[in-house]
């Protein structure tokens, strides 16, 4: 967030100098990560809801990043998924990861509709804004971010401010016809309190009664704190089954095929 006003030769200057304007940003702005390799954890998820025609709700979305999926090219141990274009390839350590003939899908995604409480537009601002929350020592998250906000700037991102507890119900009632809706979140979850997520798990419940719904989560399992890692859980309406698909790390580093 200094660009043009510090450099890397005098840290140490920079911090004195600009204390006041620090003291603020620190103050004022909230976290936000826009860890896009944990759509290498999630695109297992979005091609086992079996519906080529989806219309993504991303819970928590921060600059939409996971919205631009599609855009990102993947590769597991049994096979490749992706448009193939080179410009951002996302992998890990594939722990026995998706079948390859779940990577055959397809999936076109139709709208991409993000709720967070304070969105990040992917301007200049914006991306300078995600770099500053990536750690100094990790240049290959950096590399990877810049290549993913290009990407995702050639889609249109719907993100809307708000609590998306309360968002969502409306954006549920609007469902399409045409396309099943998929609301997903990855560690984003794990910040609301047991009577916002129990509110949450109700909506979801009640617009699974009234049509077609997926329900993707990549999250600590609540009240297992000895989880060490993520689980890619899909649930899914007519009937509201669960199936555990995967466990993952946190910012999708390695993924391991239930």
């Given amino acids: 967030m200094l660009a043009g006003r510090a450099s ?17 940003f620190i103050r004022e702005q909230g976290v936000q990560t826009n860890e896009v390799r944990r759509a290498w954890a999630l695109l297992p998820g979005f091609l086992w809801a079996g519906v080529e025609r989806v219309d993504l709700i991303e819970l928590g979305a921060s600059a939409g990043l996971l919205l ?3 855009r990102y090219d993947y590769r597991y141990r049994a096979g490749s998924w992706g448009p193939d274009s080179g410009a951002l390839v996302l992998d890990g350590e594939d ?15 139709d709208r991409r509709i993000g709720l967070d409480l304070e969105p990040v537009a992917l301007d200049e601002h914006g991306a300078r804004l995600l770099e500053a929350f990536v750690w100094p020592d990790q240049p290959e998250r950096i590399d990877r971010l810049r290549r993913a906000i290009a990407l995702a700037r050639t889609r249109e991102l719907d993100l809307r401010r708000g609590d998306y507890v309360d968002l969502l119900p409306g954006l549920l009632d609007e469902r399409r016809d045409d396309a ?5 979140h990855s560690v984003s979850t794990t ?6 997520y129990s509110r949450l798990v109700d909506v979801l419940r009640r617009a699974g009664k009234d049509g077609p719904l997926a329900w993707i989560s990549l999250e600590g399992p609540r009240g297992d704190p000895d989880y060490h890692g993520v689980a890619l859980d899909l649930t899914q309406w007519p009937g509201g089954e669960t199936r ?5 790390d946190y910012h999708g580093a390695w993924l391991e095929w239930a």
């Fill in 180 to 184: 099943l809706t998929v609301v997903f």
């Fill in 244 to 248: 555990r698909l995967a466990k993952a």
């Fill in 95 to 109: 722990r026995g990861g998706p079948p390859a003939a779940l990577l055959e899908r397809r999936l076109v995604i």
């Fill in 68 to 70: 631009a999926a599609d």
């Fill in 8 to 24: 890397w030769n005098d840290v140490d200057g920079a911090l004195d100098r600009e204390a006041e304007f620090l003291a603020r």
């Fill in 191 to 196: 910040y609301l309190d047991e009577d916002r």
